[in-house]
Antibody, heavy 118, light 111 residues
Framework: QVQLQQWGAGLLKTSETLSLTCAVYGGSFGGYFFTWVRQPPGKGLEWIGG???????NYHPSLKSRITVSFDTIKNHFSLKLTSVTAADTAVYYC????????????WGRGTLVTVSS | QSVLTQPPSVSGAPGQRVAISCTGSNSNIGTGYDVHWYKQLPGTAPKVLIYNNDNRPPGVPDRFSASKSGTSASLAITGLQAEDEADYYCQSYDSSLNHWVFGGGTKLAVL
């Protein structure tokens, strides 16, 4: 049974860097895409970026200059960094997996609320 | 403004049938990418309800069904129950944007 456990700082000030990590357990993950999805309070879901096991990344165009997703193959962790945050980045951030040959998110972390204040 | 368009809300009485539409374009649903549906309860992560247009994961009741046609898709829920009250999202992939896209979400109220 695949499980995702995520953690990271939940309160940031404007211009700081958001940093979250997601540990993946319960299988072998070659062929998977490891992604991050966020949800501002009271709003919908937005895919923001991800990485595959080979290190190929894909980022939402609106965040491309600020986002980095990386993968630690030894620890089976993947991480999100988002620089220069503003109040608009306040959201619940979910890590989620896209399985091989699939185009949907079939496993999700519990989410981390990140609040950016001035 | 979401790439996939859903009605903000739908409602129905227990036992009734409701449908939620998801309208895309020729760069996502219309070009052949599958549509997937998620159910999200308050304070929890989304869960896959329907994948690849019309497939239910184990444990999802057959009261939930979905279809896709042209640039749109639809989720139908029959025999509405109180526990169906949730937010529902459609999702696909967009070849112009080169990334996954979601609908804006639909809040289902069971009256």
């Amino acid at each position: 049974q695949v499980q995702l456990q995520q953690w990271g700082a939940g309160l940031l000030k404007t211009s700081e860097t958001l940093s979250l990590t997601c540990a993946v357990y319960g299988g072998s993950f070659g062929g998977y895409f490891f992604t991050w999805v966020r949800q501002p309070p009271g709003k919908g879901l937005e895919w923001i970026g991800g990485i595959n096991h080979s290190g190929r990344t894909n980022y939402h165009p609106s965040l491309k200059s600020r986002i980095t997703v990386s993968f630690d193959t030894i620890k089976n962790h993947f991480s999100l960094k988002l620089t220069s945050v503003t109040a608009a980045d306040t959201a619940v951030y979910y890590c989620a997996l896209v399985g091989p040959t699939r185009f949907y998110f079939d496993n999700w972390g519990r989410g981390t609320l990140v609040t950016v204040s001035s | 403004q979401s790439v996939l368009t859903q009605p903000p809300s739908v409602s129905g009485a227990p036992g009734q049938r409701v449908a939620i539409s998801c309208t895309g374009s020729n760069s996502n649903i219309g070009t052949g990418y599958d549509v997937h549906w998620y159910k999200q309860l308050p304070g929890t992560a989304p869960k896959v309800l329907i994948y690849n247009n019309d497939n239910r994961p184990p444990g999802v009741p057959d009261r939930f069904s979905a279809s896709k046609s042209g640039t749109s898709a639809s989720l139908a829920i029959t025999g509405l129950q109180a526990e169906d009250e949730a937010d529902y999202y459609c999702q696909s992939y967009d070849s112009s944007l080169n990334h996954w896209v979601f609908g804006g979400g639909t809040k289902l109220a069971v009256l």
